[in-house]
């Protein structure tokens, strides 16, 4: 069982900066592939980015790539998403996934999730 705690969401103006943690609980964090995902009211959930259990692979979203990045701890048993040049589309609320064998875009692939936490961008 793994318990996942996201915090560093808020409030941020367009062009800025906001950087996402996950806490996972446990100590079998380094067995897995771990991933962001966001939903906005209405909307689908959508992949933001992932990064395999040793942090050499990394792959993104579209909408994200070159501008955010994620990176990991094992030490920390801790995930980031440092979130650059934010526009007010990427108002959403952010999740963390955990999955043996997660490394993908797909939202069935990972097997525990946290509550989530909110990043509104204004205008």
């Known amino acids: 069982q793994v318990q996942l705690v996201e915090s560093g969401g808020g409030l941020v103006q367009a062009g800025g900066s906001l950087r996402l943690s996950c806490a996972a609980s446990?100590?079998?964090?380094?067995?897995?592939?771990m991933a962001w995902f966001r939903q906005a009211p209405g909307k689908e959930r959508e992949f933001v980015a992932t990064?395999?259990?040793?942090?050499?692979?990394?792959y993104y979203g579209d909408p994200v790539k070159g501008r955010f990045t994620i990176s990991r701890d094992n030490a920390k048993n801790t995930v980031y998403l440092q979130m650059n040049s934010l526009k007010p589309e990427d108002t959403a609320a952010y999740y963390c996934?955990?999955?043996?064998?997660?490394?993908?875009?797909?939202?069935?692939?990972?097997?525990?999730w946290g509550q989530g936490t909110q990043v509104t961008v204004s205008s």
């Open positions: 446990g100590r079998t964090f380094s067995s897995y592939d």
């Open positions: 990064i395999d259990r040793r942090g050499s692979s990394l």
């Open positions: 996934a955990a999955g043996r064998f997660g490394g993908s875009s797909i939202p069935d692939s990972y097997d525990y």
